[in-house]
């Protein structure tokens, strides 16, 4: 193998350009010529790649969002778009290819394999949604931007005997939505894995909390619950304790990886091109008790992930 190439895909994770820099840095320590691939697999139809030497992954390290931009591609789905992304990545030289981003980027890089691109995938997305990995990079710094914003929310629900109703992000997912529920001390969670009622679930919560002398409530919703501000209404209608949403949204994907993105980021990295220099293809690299492992792709597709129950008991056992 002579020249691989990189791209990052589907929605931004902090922690991925320290993934772009260990790929390309190890692929340049192993005599390998790296390209990097311009917006995920729409660059590879439109052939927006450029050579990467040492210096073009220089202070990324500590950057949010990727030097090398995303996007979602519904041409790649198509079996012209398909060609024109295998007729680029042969007519520059590459024979392998290392895509990081979530479960809908992996499905993208299974195609590539089944189309003859030796191809790796890197878990990165804020959700921490697949399952064949404890980890995808990007979820730490996504909980530590979006606990800081619903400590800032519960000073001034403190202030105005207020309740909070918190949107975070997660997709179908409720792993940011439990840990911050641990982290932040709310005195409630909603996630998509389990089902509810307002009155029994966050109502009766509030109730006793204010029975032990509480008098502001933090309620954290994943976004696969919707209705936030249906959710809002019923509690105050059912409480008379003013409350009010507040949807974290894109913020959580930006800023500043923590230090647990950008190391896990670079070990599954470095990972990824080894995978390549043994001759794998249609690997995902995952995390299983702190080791850096791999598992065929669309086995790792098939898998489910359930919520983590240890920390739901947890929440259930410390909250008002
Ligand atoms: O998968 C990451 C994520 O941020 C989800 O939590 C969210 O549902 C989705 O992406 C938002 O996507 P977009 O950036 O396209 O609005």
Redesign the pocket.
Known sequence: MKKIAVLTS??DAPGMNAAIRAVVRTALHNGLEVMGVYDGFKGLIKNTMYEMNYRSVSDCLNKGGTILKTA?SKEFMTPEGLQKAVDNIKANGIEGLVVLG?DGSFRGASTLCEAGIPTIGVPC???NDIACTDYTIGFDTALNTACECIDKLKDTCSSHHRCSVVEV???HAGHIALTLSVANGAEAVLVPEKSFDVKEDIVDCINESLKKGKSHFVIIVA?GIGNSEKIAVQIETLTDIETRVAILG?L??GGSPTVTDRVTASRMGVEAVELLLRGESNRVVAMKDNKIVNYDISEALSMKKSIDEELYNVFEDITY
Request: zero cysteines; proline letters at 0%.
């Open positions: 589907g929605g979602r979530g997305t804020i959700d992000m997660g997709r976004e894109h959580q994907r």
